[in-house]
């Protein structure tokens, strides 16, 4: 009778070891999920930009992942959520050191103007304001 106890508890733990290897072959334990949790402004926020201003900073981002690695390939899409003006473009993508540029032209009118960047799910807020021309 012992050799029969013997014979299945070796059974047993022969199962699952086979088991957890199984599920280990499942995992990739070596590479974690990796996505964009970092998504910040760099430059070109809060600047007083004249009418006539010719000479505007870049508006610019950054995106990172989950490590703390410059993210490339992340397309952000830029809008001007309140004032006037126009962005050299709708839309830009990361380069290799994670960040993105438009450049912001004031409109015809003074004041507040907020530009939104989006970058998958996250999104961060530029604030500039435009002043009479000098």
């Known amino acids: 009778m012992n050799s029969v106890f013997r014979l ?49 900073d870049p508006l610019v981002v950054r995106t990172y992942d989950d490590t703390a690695t410059p993210m490339a390939g992340i397309v952000v899409t830029w809008t001007i959520v309140a004032g006037g003006g126009t962005l050299s473009a709708t839309s830009t993508t990361t380069d290799a050191a994670g960040n993105a540029s438009v450049n912001y032209k004031p409109g015809t009118s003074t004041g507040i103007v907020t530009i939104k960047a989006t970058a998958i799910d996250l999104d961060v807020t530029f604030t500039e304001t435009v002043v009479p021309a000098t």
């Not at 970092?38 to 004249?50: D, E, K, L, R």
């Open 8 to 56: 299945s508890r070796s059974v047993k733990r022969l199962s699952l070891g086979v088991a957890l290897i199984g599920l280990a072959g499942c995992l990739n334990i070596a590479d974690p999920p990796k996505g964009l949790t970092i998504f910040t402004i760099v430059s070109g926020n809060a600047q007083t930009i004249p009418l006539n201003a010719t000479n505007i």
